[in-house]
């Protein structure tokens, strides 16, 4: 199985809107409803932003949503805040049950 | 408040097998999917495997041939072994749980950095 697609960077100002894709098949983001989205703070553990598409785990802000498009998730953030910078990994499970992570997205706010 | 802590020796000689074990804390393994991912040095993050509180395990196809997960109910813990580790199995293993129909993990342990040289 390979990796999802992720875009390597993707950067923006404080207050603006950014968009993750992640890129996938039919037989993982576009045929199963389990994509979910990652923070992750070098050095620490990653933290869960989004389950199964569009939910968002208590404590999450609701700055971050996602949804998905045919074999394409996407993670959005409004109102960009320097705590948001960080790598965002997206993640999938497979028609096999087995689970797929992206190649994780570096955001820079500018 | 859940917590998860790994535990296991942080060097392992090639050839040898890799063994950790989770620990969870503030609630029970029961009814929860338990999986552990890694992460090389500047690289990301790799899925390699679960398993359900009943035993049922799913894992990485590309380490299906060397993987075991096992849970114990009694000690609220579950563990990981990885045969045959080489140096490309050095990586910082993370535990973590993940809630049936979410697909995704919503507690995780601090990781463990496990090396892999003689």
């Known amino acids: 199985q390979s990796a999802l697609t992720q875009p390597a960077s993707v950067s923006g100002s404080p207050g603006q809107s950014i968009t993750i894709s992640c890129t996938g098949t039919s037989s993982d983001v576009g045929g199963r409803n389990f994509v979910s989205w990652y923070q992750h703070h070098p050095g620490k553990a990653p933290k869960l932003m989004i389950y199964a598409v569009t939910n968002r785990p208590s404590g999450v802000p609701d700055r971050f949503s996602g949804s998905k498009s045919g074999n394409t ?37 500018l | 408040q859940v917590q998860l802590q790994e535990s296991g020796p942080g060097l392992v000689k090639p050839s040898e097998t890799l063994s950790l074990t989770c620990t969870v804390s503030g ?48 000690t609220n813990q579950f563990s990981l072994n990885l045969r045959s580790v080489t140096a490309a199995d050095t ?28």
Not at chain 1, 80 to 103: M, N, P, R, V, W
Not at chain 2, 46 to 74: A, C
Not at chain 2, 93 to 114: I, K, T
């Open chain 1, 73 to 109: 998730a996407s993670l959005t953030i409004s109102g960009l805040q320097a705590e948001d910078e960080a790598d965002y990994y997206c993640s999938s499970y497979t028609h096999s049950d087995t689970k797929i992570f992206g190649g994780g997205t570096k955001l820079t706010v």
């Open chain 2, 27 to 74: 609630g029970s393994v029961n009814n929860n999917f338990w999986s552990w991912i890694r992460q090389p040095a500047g690289k990301g993050l790799e899925w390699i495997g679960r398993v359900y509180y009943t035993g049922s395990t799913n894992y990485n196809p590309s380490l299906n041939s060397r993987v075991t997960m096992s849970v114990d109910t009694s």
């Open chain 2, 91 to 118: 990586a910082v293993y993370y535990c973590a749980r993940e809630p049936p129909h979410w697909g995704g993990s919503d507690y995780w342990g601090q990781g463990a950095l496990v090396t892999v040289s003689s």
